[in-house]
DNA sequence: TTTGTTGCAAAACGTTTGCAGCCTC
DNA sequence: GAGGCTGCAAACGTTTTGCAACAAA
């Protein structure tokens, strides 16, 4: 239920996008929507599709357009963490976008960093209109540091 | 001619490193690095394979097995903008890894930034190691700017 | 009614894998 | 000589595409 306020301001912004580019509003783009906003983490197009299923059958190809439409109105974000499945996540709510890439298990942890975002957000560039980031810092756990398998 | 200096060396870390993890000193091996560092920009294996092809010939295979050891001691970085080919380039000669994507026509240009980088590594984690760092910035490139299409 | 959107399945694409033969060590 | 490495080609898994049927405007 706390999230009700985001999701209704998520879906207006939506709406808008699409009229704005007179594209429709199919019941599948909002119920992709809505289940987007209701993960926390990471996910990717498989897990959404699976999800899905549940309470709104959609193909995995109307799954990947709608992806492409968040990302284009910056409703979501997305990563490729050194293998090749896509990985996404929402942007509304505060959202950091620095991660920590353990190099050995793959598994990924977020961080926040004033002075880093400050950093990041006072470069401007002249000939490049910024419209978000992400850092990646690569490493080794400490999980993976204790277990010596090379 | 003016990179012998610092090929030397790189060749001189990789031989360790084989030695190291009991690997073999193939021709492929050096064939493949010595062609990395001839590039100054980004570079994924099919440019590479292909252009392997002008001196010694090897297959993708091997290519991306060469790849794979590259990165694990850290002579080259890997990167995915977006799309789903993966980008590498060398680390050595003062590399920057930041990075602006145009989110339109998908092109990368480096940039540095001083006081990002003393933010970045500042940044200690009691249960990380890092060992380096990828930033990217998103935004719109002059270009893409001017030219309304959508 | 028009035309953007969907679902399905096939295709595309970069990357990985299995294996016989080769070549470092 | 043993076993890691190579080339080749087939296999893999994610993403994209083509197209007929559907439904939003």
Redesign the interface.
Known sequence: MKDDYSLDAVKDIFTKYLAE?KHRRTPERFAILERIYSYDGHFNAEILYNAMKEEYRVSLATVYNTLELLLDCKLIV?H?F?D?IAQYEKTFGGVVHNH?V??KCGKV?E?S?K??RT??Q??K??????????????????KC?TSKKK
């Open positions: 580019r997305k490729q050194g090749q920590l353990c190099t942890k961080f960093d002075k880093i950093a990041i006072n470069k560039f002249v000939h490049f209109d910024t419209s978000h980031y992400s850092l990646y810092l690569y490493g080794v756990c400490s540091k």
